[in-house]
């Protein structure tokens, strides 16, 4: 089992984004996407009067998070949850709203480090790639039952495979001599498949297809739009929402869910904003934040990312 030892990525400034929100006697962060528990340690050791509530969906991350964060006492709060059930996590635990909600999507270094898990395609393992193993449908369920078309769609929504309609063919073919059980073997079709004039530009040829079947299997979009909402309404005045995401589908999202919820609602065609009708929220980064090339350099996951934030200025009710 690996150590919980890795950086997550812009972590000086997702605390510095949050600190504001976060630096008030009683104030509570909800680390909605826990993983090894990187983010909560940094702001329990650097922000001494918050309380951190921690989600995963993975029973395994928490674990290892909550033994990590265990020195902090009553301090950290783990629960075991999908990120959209946000509403319910606090409604259990008597908390009619908090002063800061993170969000480090995707998939985390633990699941990739876990050969067993099915998330990696440098070794041979199971195709599962369930963040929670107790349940749901595994990566192989998906290859062996959808048909060309969805495994068309995935491929090409969220993997952005140029060559989807041909690898789900290849799947499909492939898969009625024999089930499809570990990766090597679904690596080995992607090699054949792509050209290789692509397999020598953007990565590894596994590496958007692994990414396709990992949302499909977790169902990532449909929770995160559910979420987005829910972790809005969840922040008193003066807190705050923090995303970093790594795909453009979800970075998307986030965007569409920050600009809904700082839009007035006085018509566009009106010269000014009568006073009671200002947006109850405010975009803190424009546009997105990306990682320094330093920090890229030394963490290969930060290229990828984009980092948005929204604040709540104004009580929802406030005229």
Do not use: C, W
Request: hydrophobic share 45%; no cysteine.
């Amino acid at each position: 089992m690996p150590s919980p030892s890795h950086v997550p990525v812009l972590l000086d400034r997702v605390v510095a984004l949050l600190a504001p929100a976060l630096d008030r006697p009683g104030s509570v962060l909800v680390d909605a996407t826990l993983g090894l528990g990187g983010h909560s340690e940094a702001v329990l050791s650097r922000i001494d009067a918050t309380r951190v509530i921690g989600i995963d969906r993975d029973p395994q991350a928490l674990e290892m998070a909550t033994r990590r964060l265990a020195p902090y006492g009553d301090r950290f709060t783990g629960v075991h949850a999908v990120y959209d059930e946000i509403e319910d996590v606090l409604d259990d635990l008597g908390l009619p709203a908090v002063d800061g909600v993170l969000f480090d999507l995707g998939v985390s270094s633990m699941q990739l480090d876990v050969r067993e898990r099915g998330f990696a395609y440098a070794e041979d393992a199971p195709l599962d790639m369930r963040m929670d193993g107790t349940v749901g449908i595994t990566a192989a369920e998906v290859l062996n039952t959808y048909d060309a078309a969805d495994l068309t769609r995935i491929l090409r929504e969220y993997g952005e495979e140029k060559f989807a309609r041909k690898i789900a063919a290849a799947i499909v073919r492939e898969r009625a001599t024999e089930p499809f059980a570990r990766s090597g073997r679904l690596v080995e079709l992607l090699y054949a498949e792509i050209p290789a004039p692509a397999r020598r530009t953007g990565g590894h040829p596994a590496k958007r297809t692994f990414q396709a079947l990992r949302m499909e299997v977790n169902d990532e979009l449909a929770v995160l739009r559910r979420a987005m909402p829910a972790s809005i309404d969840a922040i008193n005045v003066g807190g705050r929402v923090v995303v970093e995401s790594y795909h453009s589908l979800e970075d998307r999202l986030v965007k569409q869910a920050f600009v809904a919820a700082t839009r007035s609602d006085v018509p566009v065609d009106m010269p000014f904003v009568p006073e009671g009708h200002e947006p109850a929220l405010r975009l803190v980064t424009r546009g997105s934040e990306k990682a320094s090339a330093e920090e890229i350099s030394e963490n290969p996951r930060a290229a990828s990312v984009r980092l948005r934030v929204i604040e709540r200025v104004r009580d929802r009710g406030a005229a």
